[in-house]
C-alpha cells in the first residue's frame, strides 16, 4: 500500500510538473527556446523521480538491514551515481561511451534475469531489487548527459527505460513492478530529450520589425 501511494505522488507531482512546463512551451515562439524549455522539463522530472526513488530505497534499506550495512549499501549505489553525475557533466563526451557500454551492461543483465529466472530471483531475494537499483543509478547519469548531450541521452533513456521492462514482462513477471516504476520517468524525458533536439535544429521564426517598408517613387 505504501509503494501504491508513492507511487501516486510521483505522477502527481510529475504531471503538475509537465503541465506547468508544456504551458510555458505553449507561449513560446522561439523552437530553440522551446527545445530549451523541453530540456528542462526532462531533466525536472527525472530530478524529481531520482529524489522519489533514492529516498525510498535509503528508507528501505536503513529500516532492513539497517546501520553500518544500511550506509554500505546505500555508498555502492549513490558514490557511483555522483561519479557518473559528474563525469557527464564535466566530461560529456567520455560520458557517452561510458553510459553507453553500462546500458548496453545492464540490458544484457535484463536479458539474464528473465532467462535464468530462478536463479535471479533467489539473488534479489538475498541482496534485494538490484536491476532497479542499476536502471536507476544508470538513468539519473543519462539525465545529467541530457544537459550536455541532449540527443544521446534521449535515445539511452528510452533504452534503458523500454527494453528491460519487455523483456521482463516476455521472460517473467519477477522484478515487472519495481521495473516499471523506475522506468516510466526515463521513457518520458526521453521522449521529451529527443524533441528538444529535434525542435534545437529547426530555424528561429524571421524577426518582425514593426515597421512598414518605405514605398520607392515611381520613375517619371
Same mark, same amino acid.
Given at each position: 500500500?505504501?509503494?501504491?501511494?508513492?507511487?501516486?505522488?510521483?505522477?502527481?507531482?510529475?504531471?503538475?510538473?509537465?503541465?506547468?512546463?508544456?504551458?510555458?512551451?505553449?507561449?513560446?515562439?522561439?523552437?530553440?527556446k522551446r527545445a530549451v524549455l523541453l530540456r528542462r522539463a526532462g531533466?525536472g522530472l527525472m530530478a524529481l523521480s531520482t529524489f522519489f526513488f533514492?529516498?525510498?530505497?535509503?528508507?528501505?534499506?536503513?529500516?532492513?538491514?539497517?546501520?553500518?550495512?544500511?550506509?554500505?549499501?546505500?555508498?555502492?549505489?549513490?558514490?557511483?551515481?555522483?561519479?557518473?553525475?559528474?563525469?557527464?557533466?564535466?566530461?560529456?563526451?567520455?560520458? *557517452?561511451?561510458? &553510459? =553507453? !557500454?553500462?546500458?548496453?551492461? +545492464? %540490458?544484457?543483465? #535484463?536479458?539474464? @534475469?528473465?532467462?535464468?529466472?530462478?536463479?535471479?530471483?533467489?539473488?534479489?531475494?538475498?541482496?534485494?531489487?538490484?536491476?532497479?537499483?542499476?536502471?536507476?543509478?544508470?538513468?539519473?547519469?543519462?539525465?545529467?548527459?541530457?544537459?550536455?548531450?541532449?540527443?544521446?541521452?534521449? *535515445?539511452?533513456? &528510452? =533504452? !534503458?527505460?523500454?527494453?528491460? +521492462? %519487455?523483456?521482463? #514482462?516476455?521472460? @517473467?513477471?519477477?522484478?515487472?513492478?519495481?521495473?516499471?516504476?523506475?522506468?516510466?520517468?526515463?521513457?518520458?524525458?526521453?521522449?521529451?530529450?529527443?524533441?528538444?533536439?529535434?525542435?534545437?535544429?529547426?530555424?528561429?521564426?524571421?524577426?518582425?520589425t514593426g515597421t512598414a517598408s518605405v514605398e520607392q517613387p515611381k520613375?517619371?
Amino acid at each position: 500500500m505504501q509503494r501504491i501511494v508513492w507511487l501516486i505522488q510521483i505522477v502527481v507531482v510529475a504531471g503538475l510538473v509537465l503541465g506547468g512546463f508544456y504551458y510555458s512551451v505553449r507561449r513560446q515562439p522561439d523552437p530553440v527556446k522551446r527545445a530549451v524549455l523541453l530540456r528542462r522539463a526532462g531533466f525536472g522530472l527525472m530530478a524529481l523521480s531520482t529524489f522519489f526513488f533514492g529516498a525510498f530505497v535509503i528508507g528501505d534499506t536503513f529500516t532492513d538491514p539497517g546501520g553500518w550495512k544500511a550506509a554500505g549499501l546505500v555508498a555502492a549505489w549513490a558514490v557511483p551515481l555522483a561519479g557518473l553525475a559528474a563525469l557527464s557533466w564535466l566530461r560529456p563526451g567520455w560520458a *557517452v561511451y561510458a &553510459l =553507453a !557500454v553500462l546500458s548496453a551492461a +545492464v %540490458i544484457g543483465v #535484463s536479458i539474464w @534475469s528473465a532467462i535464468s529466472a530462478e536463479a535471479w530471483r533467489s539473488f534479489e531475494d538475498r541482496h534485494g531489487p538490484i536491476l532497479a537499483v542499476l536502471i536507476f543509478v544508470l538513468v539519473a547519469a543519462i539525465a545529467v548527459l541530457g544537459l550536455k548531450r541532449t540527443s544521446v541521452a534521449g *535515445v539511452l533513456l &528510452l =533504452a !534503458v527505460g523500454v527494453i528491460p +521492462v %519487455i523483456v521482463s #514482462s516476455l521472460g @517473467s513477471s519477477l522484478g515487472f513492478a519495481s521495473l516499471s516504476v523506475v522506468s516510466a520517468p526515463p521513457v518520458i524525458a526521453g521522449v521529451l530529450y529527443l524533441v528538444s533536439a529535434h525542435m534545437a535544429e529547426r530555424p528561429p521564426p524571421p524577426a518582425h520589425t514593426g515597421t512598414a517598408s518605405v514605398e520607392q517613387p515611381k520613375a517619371a
